[in-house]
């Protein structure tokens, strides 16, 4: 074999390496993901976005040409929506209720039958509120023990390293357990606070939930329930972010 032939085959070798490790992680395409202005793949929460909508959770918001907005705060009625969206994502589970002309009727009527959302105690679900972090983690724990399998299924997958967070009493009474049940799942992040040499992660739970925030969570929990290749976003974090890590970064791997 001359010199040359062997100096092509060793470029095309090395091609081959480098070529899989340039992309994010192997997921389901249930449906083809659009190209966002406001999203880059060095994003934390790229994996997420794009995920998100093989799951069909969300779409971008086409009106500044196609944007995802991933620091917008979302309201409750947003989230109930994603969250329905999930659910029905399984074709065995379905929402037998009406559209009423809204976006998120029958997704709000949905959670409230199952005591998902209880809103301000006077029969007020407050579609239109933003959403707080604890209020999110608290909507997805209750869905979790909805359904006894996938409640046990949550329970026999620990997290290894659940962050411990600093700001833990700053949560609400009522929305202690779920957080502290979800962080044990490996379903939460914190957020990076340092001054000098003091160091913690903050959950931050009467902050506004993002989209970005929000399907994070949705997606490691559709994930874990249907077996999308989480895996394999672990070796695409691995192989991209994981040196650049911050805390507000760090996933599953080592919530």
Known sequence: MNKNLRKAI???LILALLLPVAGGPVFATAQEVPDL???SRTDWFYPYVTQSFNFGLTVG???DGFRFEPDRPVTRAE???MLGRLHEYDENNTIAIPPDGTFYGRY?????GHGLILGDGSGDLMPHALITREQMAVIVYRYI??????REMFENTWGIFPPRFADINEVSPWATGAVFGLNSFALLQGTNWSEGMKFQILFLPQDNATRAEVLAILVRVGSRVHDYNWCGWADWWSENRRGNATADEI???ND
């Open 251 to 253: 996933l599953t791997e």
């Open 79 to 81: 989230f109930v929506t």
């Open 10 to 12: 060793s470029v095309l």
């Open 61 to 63: 918001t086409s009106a």
């Open 108 to 112: 709000l009527a949905w959670a409230a």
């Open 145 to 150: 023990l909805m359904c006894d399998e996938m």
């Open 37 to 39: 202005e406001d999203v």
